[in-house]
């Protein structure tokens, strides 16, 4: 019999609070790659007239955000992930 897999918001549910806290700190800091690439492709532009086309979002705001946020979480959720090992 092959057991059938649950859906991720209830196993998300199920971890500890340490579990949640890793798993929330790394979605962050996958966001904050997103806007690192971002950041870097609106630098990399050749055209003036489309560079002084600044879009409205803070790219690089938002990578420092969600970069400290999720390295806090993080931190935060180290102690108890490493002492369940």
Known sequence: MRR???D????FALLSE???????????WVLA????VMDYRRG????????E?????????LFMLLAIIGGG???LS???????L
């Open 18 to 28: 340490a579990g949640q806290l890793a798993v929330v700190g790394a979605g962050l």
């Open 8 to 11: 991720p918001l209830s196993q």
């Open 44 to 51: 990399k532009r050749r055209d003036v007239a489309r560079l």
């Open 33 to 36: 790659g997103v806007c690192g």
């Open 78 to 84: 180290l102690p108890a992930v490493i002492g369940s």
């Open 53 to 61: 086309q600044v879009g409205w979002v803070p790219w690089l705001t």
């Open 73 to 75: 979480l993080l931190a």
């Open 4 to 6: 059938r897999m649950s």
